[in-house]
């Protein structure tokens, strides 16, 4: 039986609000290494894989943080880690390890950028 094609084809842009965009673009920016793809209307595109991050002005009534999280993959996990961690990155908890395979492990450690937003590092290490 064929399967139907779906509605969907991927997530084109995930939207941040912020009450300081300057200072959180600086943060995406700077300490993660996103690059700017260009700047409009007061609001900062990023590029993260195949998804788009966009940063501007809250809206009124708007919530900062909300209940989303932002799941990051790099290139290379253990080097992203020590790199966040040096540049002082407060981790939530330690690393989670989600699933194991023969010389590997699928990794998870939380963390929030300047203005709570909940973002992590999701990824394959060597286990």
Do not use: C
């Not at 094609?5 to 996103?34: E, H």
């Not at 007061?42 to 809206?59: C, D, K, N, P, V």
């Amino acid at each position: 039986m064929n399967e139907p094609t779906p509605l969907l084809s991927g997530i084109a842009q995930i939207a941040l609000a912020s009450a300081d965009p300057i200072a959180l673009v600086a943060f995406y920016r700077d300490m993660l290494g996103l690059p700017v793809l260009f700047e409009a209307s007061g609001m900062t595109f990023f590029q993260s894989g195949a998804t788009r991050l966009m940063i501007g002005h809250a809206q009124p009534g708007q919530a900062i943080g909300g209940d989303a999280v932002i799941y990051f993959e790099p290139r290379d996990w253990s080097a992203a880690e020590a790199k966040l961690e040096q540049a002082g990155i407060a981790f939530m908890s330690p690393a989670q390890v989600l699933q194991q395979a023969p010389g590997r492990e699928l990794v998870l450690r939380a963390f929030k950028d300047p203005e709570g937003h909940t973002l992590a590092l999701l990824g394959w290490r060597a286990a």
